[in-house]
T-cell receptor, first 114, second 115 residues
Framework: AQSVTQLGSHVSVSEGALVLLRCNYSSSVPPYLFWYVQYPNQGLQLLLKYTSAATLVKGINGFEAEFKKSETSFHLTKPSAHMSDAAEYFCAVSVNSGNTPLVFGKGTRLSVIA | DAGVTQSPTHLIKTRGQQVTLRCSPKSGHDTVSWYQQALGQGPQFIFQYYEEEERQRGNFPDRFSGHQFPNYSSELNVNALLLGDSALYLC??????????????FGSGTRLTVV
């Protein structure tokens, strides 16, 4: 079975500071990993995904994540936080190809302070 | 190109009642998945429909059922509502075949409140 642990239910950063959201996964087979963002009262938007190609994945809005197999991690980073980045972020894991269901972490709420 | 459309956006029901939520997938997508997101939690997989059949199911009781229509739209039905069913219900659509490689598109969800 797969699982995801997101360290820190709430992260607060200053505008312009580095954003680091942590995600560790557990999977018995090579995983496919995702980061989604959810703004208030909205659905989920895909930020980026790792599907066994390059280990450093670049996504939308300046976010990127690095797959580290030895650490079973897939942390999300952004060099400089904007006020518009304030949202809930979810890490998710899946296995195999095709329409395999996603297993989500509990999410991390990112606050950006002016 | 419209994305995933869900209706209604908000719903209030009484314990014991039944509810139906609806989802229209993104154009070109033929697979629909449903997720339940309780307050402060990540989404949890309920089930997935393809070719009008339930193909995969998460750890949810039989009170949760669904349907997919020939036009790929889908319904989620919940019977005998409990207070704990209060959540945001998300629909996600995806294509099959070679383009199925994690092309999930999520709708904005239906907020269900059971009182």
């Amino acid at each position: 079975a797969q699982s995801v642990t997101q360290l820190g239910s709430h992260v607060s950063v200053s505008e312009g500071a580095l954003v680091l959201l942590r995600c560790n996964y557990s999977s018995s087979v090579p995983p496919y990993l995702f980061w989604y963002v959810q703004y208030p009262n909205q659905g989920l938007q895909l930020l980026l995904k790792y599907t066994s190609a390059a280990t450093l994945v670049k996504g939308i809005n300046g976010f990127e994540a690095e797959f580290k197999k030895s650490e079973t991690s897939f942390h999300l980073t952004k060099p400089s936080a904007h006020m518009s980045d304030a949202a809930e972020y979810f890490c998710a894991v899946s296995v195999n190809s095709g329409n395999t269901p996603l297993v989500f972490g509990k999410g991390t709420r990112l606050s950006v302070i002016a | 190109d419209a994305g995933v459309t869900q209706s209604p956006t908000h719903l209030i029901k009484t314990r014991g009642q039944q509810v139906t939520l609806r989802c229209s997938p993104k154009s070109g997508h033929d697979t629909v998945s449903w997720y339940q997101q309780a307050l402060g939690q990540g989404p949890q997989f309920i089930f997935q429909y393809y070719e009008e059949e339930e193909r995969q199911r998460g750890n949810f009781p039989d009170r949760f059922s669904g349907h997919q229509f020939p036009n790929y739209s889908s319904e989620l039905n919940v019977n005998a509502l409990l207070l704990g069913d209060s959540a945001l219900y998300l629909c996600a659509s995806s294509p099959t075949g070679r383009e199925a490689n994690y092309g999930y598109t999520f709708g904005s969800g239906t907020r269900l409140t059971v009182v």
